[in-house]
């Protein structure tokens, strides 16, 4: 894949090669739990597979963890065991380090309506454009 970027403001620009990558992004902040949080984000050269690299706090840092993988299945488009453990490493300090593989079902189109629910209001209103006009979403 690409290499990853740090900070989620720059994983924002991988999720582009993600289709609907805002709407995901938007999807990933409400599903990422308290005392989870991301170092970085990558997207391979197909946009159907993300690597997701970050720190989970203790207490209960594997309990967070499993958490944010059976969150993250909870979205439309990843589907059942898309969300994968890679890798978790605790420090002393009690700091859990991971790695989630997450592979999406690219043919699963968020409607506008949940784009409009997850406040990506512009791309909701240029999808139900397109589809007026009779494009193929």
């Known amino acids: 894949g690409r290499p990853a970027r740090q900070g989620t ?23 990422t739990p308290q005392g989870v949080q991301l170092r970085s984000v990558s997207v391979d ?13 203790s207490p209960e840092a594997f309990e967070r963890l499993n958490a944010f993988g059976l969150n993250l299945e909870d979205l439309p488009a990843i589907p059942a065991g898309g969300a994968v453990v890679q890798k978790a490493t605790a420090d ?12 999406l079902d690219v043919g699963v189109a968020p409607t506008a309506e949940q784009l409009t629910d997850l406040g990506a ?17």
């Open 9 to 31: 403001g720059q994983a924002v620009s991988e999720l582009v090669a993600v289709r609907s990558g805002s709407a995901f992004l938007g999807q990933r902040r409400r599903v």
């Open 45 to 57: 050269a197909s946009g159907t597979t993300l690597t997701m690299e970050g720190v989970a706090q």
């Open 92 to 103: 002393e300090t009690g700091l859990l380090q991971f790695t989630v593989k997450v592979t």
């Open 121 to 137: 209001d512009g791309l909701a209103r240029r999808y139900q454009l397109l589809k007026q006009q009779g494009m193929p979403l």
